[in-house]
């Protein structure tokens, strides 16, 4: 059954703390994306990567870091300089020109 | 910036009623312009999608039409059904840029019966 597994579903962090979301996709797509989404503004790109072992920045990339170390796996961490991380983060892969799929995405919320 | 501006950002529709959502886009680049559907604490899926060389796409209940001189783009849900009420998103991503999406900001519809 394939598609995209985002874990967890939900997420706490305590202020200061680092926290890694996961990502893995089974469709052998090339690119994956992490996107940011807060009620009101829609979705925003936050890394983006096209292949292993690289990775580009993408609108709201402060206080982010990504890995791209296997093809199937796009882990997102939000660190401690990430002042406002409370949202629902989205991953998506797609091959160049296709359709993007989305996983179901985990809520963060800061406590 | 917002390169994809979307608009309403709500709307109510009675059953089997026609549900219209707009949005238009400023950078030229852009030629690809999907439509997502998204149901609460889910992630996105696509519903339908074009390219700028045709006006107009239908699939089922769901048309986009395309104004290639005035940079707009709307949805169009013939028919609506209750099972419709989620949020709407329009997007574009731009030549050479994979499938690096630019969102519109969102419109929740519901269609009461």
């Known amino acids: 059954d394939g598609g995209i597994t985002q874990s967890p579903k939900y997420l706490f962090r305590k202020e200061g703390q680092n926290v890694t979301l996961s990502c893995e996709q089974n469709?052998?797509?090339?690119?994956m994306y992490w996107y940011r989404q807060d009620p009101g503004q829609g979705l925003r790109l936050i890394y983006y990567?096209?292949?292993?072992?690289?990775?580009q920045k993408g609108d709201i990339a402060e206080g982010y870091s990504v890995s791209r170390e296997k093809k199937e796996s796009f882990p997102l961490t939000v660190t401690s300089a990430q002042k406002n991380p409370t949202a629902f983060y989205l991953c998506?892969?797609?091959?160049?020109?296709?359709?993007?799929?989305f996983g179901q995405g985990t809520r963060l919320t800061v406590v | 910036q917002q390169q994809v501006k979307q608009s309403p950002q709500s709307l109510i529709v009675q059953k089997g009623g026609i549900s219209i959502i707009n949005c238009a886009y400023e950078?030229?680049?852009?030629?690809?312009f999907p439509w997502y559907q998204q149901f609460p604490g889910k992630g996105p899926a696509l519903l339908i999608a074009?390219?700028?060389?045709?006006s107009e796409k239908k699939e089922g209940r769901f048309t986009i039409s395309f104004n290639k001189s005035a940079k707009q783009f709307s949805l169009h849900i013939m028919d609506s059904q209750p099972g419709d009420s989620a949020t709407y998103f329009c997007?574009?991503?731009?030549?050479?840029?994979?499938?690096?999406?630019?969102f519109g900001t969102g419109t929740q519809l519901k269609v009461e019966l």
């Open positions: 998506a892969s797609s091959i160049d020109w296709g359709q993007a799929f």
């Open positions: 469709l052998n797509h090339d690119a």
């Open positions: 990567s096209q292949i292993v072992n690289d990775f």
């Open positions: 950078n030229t680049a852009f030629d690809y």
């Open positions: 074009i390219r700028p060389d045709v």
């Open positions: 997007a574009a991503s731009p030549t050479g840029g994979g499938n690096k999406l630019t």
